[in-house]
């Protein structure tokens, strides 16, 4: 365990389905992430919150709803999904001058 | 062209071979981190440097700002150390920029 948990490891849905995607820390860290990685790609920033405000939404389509309602949760909600979509999802937090510490990810797959 | 470049992207070698990996960046950074990613997504960040070099246990990592370079190096690596190595950099605050990884292949 790296202390940033996430839930669940792996997740199927369907294109009309509802979902959310958890991620926890108690490492104290002020800074929270999401992360998109899609095969042979390299990790993509989607959103970033910091002391729990979001400060950059990376262009990620609305079908993706991030919140962060303390500093230590953080969730993805997820509708109407597409295919594509289907990727590994990294949840990562820090605090300023330090390093980063990442979750285990959930794989996704939209069908 | 992504602002971080990782090669090789794929190496395969013996055990015991020392290993490296190398990083270029084509933008002014403020840290670059050096990640491994175990099959199952998992990701563990194993060394943030600015400057110089820094060491932990058999892993070496240096950084070249004039250049825009750094190397990971694996000495006797071990089929353990089998995994994909990425490079990442900050730009400003908390951005975090990563290279396409380095699949890395130790035979026994």
């Known amino acids: 365990e790296t202390g940033v948990t996430q839930t669940p490891r792996h997740l199927v849905m369907g294109m009309t389905n509802k979902k959310s995607l958890k991620c926890e820390q108690h490492l104290g860290h002020n800074a929270m992430y999401w992360y998109k990685q899609s095969a042979k790609k390299p990790l993509e920033l989607m959103f970033v919150y910091s002391l729990e405000e979001r400060v950059e939404n990376n262009s990620v389509p609305s079908r993706f709803s991030p919140e962060c309602p303390n500093s230590s949760h953080l969730f993805l909600h997820l509708h109407t999904l597409q295919p594509e979509d289907s990727a590994l999802y990294l949840c990562?937090?820090?605090?300023?001058?330090?390093?980063?510490?990442f979750g285990s990810g959930t794989r996704l797959t939209v069908v | 062209k992504n602002e971080v470049e990782q090669s090789p992207q794929n190496l395969t070698a013996q055990e015991g071979e020392f290993i490296t990996i190398n990083c270029s960046y084509s933008v002014g950074i403020s840290a670059l981190h050096w990640l491994q990613q175990h099959p199952g997504g998992g990701i563990v960040s194993l060394f943030m440097?600015?400057?110089g070099k820094k060491k932990h246990g058999r892993l070496i990592a240096t950084i070249n700002i004039q250049e825009k370079h750094s190397s990971l190096h694996i000495t006797a690596s071990h089929p353990r150390d089998s995994a994909v190595y990425i490079c990442?950099?900050?730009?400003?605050?908390?951005?975090?920029?990563f290279g396409q990884g380095t699949r890395l292949t130790i035979n026994p």
């Open positions: 990562a937090s820090s605090q300023a001058g330090y390093g980063y510490t």
């Open positions: 440097l600015s400057s």
């Open positions: 990442a950099v900050t730009l400003g605050a908390q951005k975090l920029v």
